[in-house]
């Protein structure tokens, strides 16, 4: 259950993989939910079934991110948006790959931050999370996704030094390989989608989504920093392990 304090929300993001999967946990939770999606006639169904506000913007126009945002009241951010075309690495990744992933990934979260983050501050309430990944944390086959999702890290920590005593809180959420529709959009060759999926059994959204709750319910004198999450079939660094069979967990 989210903090009592907190009385909206705005989730990007919010029509797919773990942003919707969040979106459909805190349904009946009482806060106001700005949901923001590039598929907007996603958010347009499930509004007939969940009560949101949806917000049609561009996360690559800057000028629509403070012109549509710097306006809403919001308590708890959750920067969740992202593409993975960059996952290959250095040596693989257009120009186009890189330019696009990068304002993505990056640019568009400080965006975010800066104009949701000061009014946080001045009423010293505020929660903000930031879709990280287990290789922004660990050297991994992909400088360029994982150069991005470490700059995510390492604005996550500093962010919080900005924000020490203001009850601000920050969360950074590291996910391993998890089960969404992320590394299909992400890889031009399906067979090395496929292949870079397999092999060991996957996260789902649910866990997740688990974590960010965990952390929205803290009592305001508790920041949870980081969250590090794997499979039981991963190394902590998100390599995988020998596959663990067992017909009673299946």
């Known amino acids: 259950m989210i903090n009592k304090i907190y009385k909206s929300i705005l989730i990007t993001g919010a029509a797919d993989g773990i942003g919707l999967n969040l979106l459909k946990n805190i349904s009946d939770e009482k806060v106001k939910i700005y949901a ?21 913007l561009n996360l690559l ?19 969740n948006a992202g593409n993975g075309k960059g996952g290959l690495g250095i040596l693989s990744a257009t120009k186009k790959d890189i330019e696009l992933s990068t304002r993505l990934n990056v640019e568009s979260y400080l965006h975010l931050l800066k104009a949701v983050v000061p009014k946080m501050k001045k009423k010293r309430k505020g929660h903000v999370v930031l879709m990280g990944s287990l290789a922004g944390l660990y050297p991994q086959m992909s400088a360029v996704y994982g150069g991005q999702k470490g700059a ?18 920050v969360t950074e959420i590291c996910p391993g390989r998890t089960k969404t529709n992320f590394a299909k959009s992400s890889f ?14 996957l996260l789902e959204p649910q866990d997740i989504s688990d974590a960010i709750l965990f952390a929205l319910s803290t009592r305001w004198r508790t920041n949870i920093s980081t969250i590090e999450i794997s499979g039981t079939e991963q190394t902590p660094g ?13």
Do not use: W
């Open 36 to 56: 923001l999606d590039k598929n907007i006639s996603k958010l347009q169904n499930l509004k007939k079934k969940i009560d949101i506000n949806i917000i049609k």
């Open 61 to 79: 126009n800057t000028e629509e991110i403070y012109k549509k945002i710097s306006k809403l009241n919001i308590d708890i951010l959750v920067c």
């Open 152 to 169: 995510i890290h390492r604005i996550a920590q500093s962010l919080r030094l900005e924000l020490s005593g203001s009850r601000v809180k």
């Open 188 to 201: 031009r060759d399906q067979n090395i989608a496929k292949k870079f999926m397999s092999g060991f059994t």
């Open 238 to 250: 998100g390599v995988p392990v020998h596959p663990v069979h067992d017909p009673i967990l299946d």
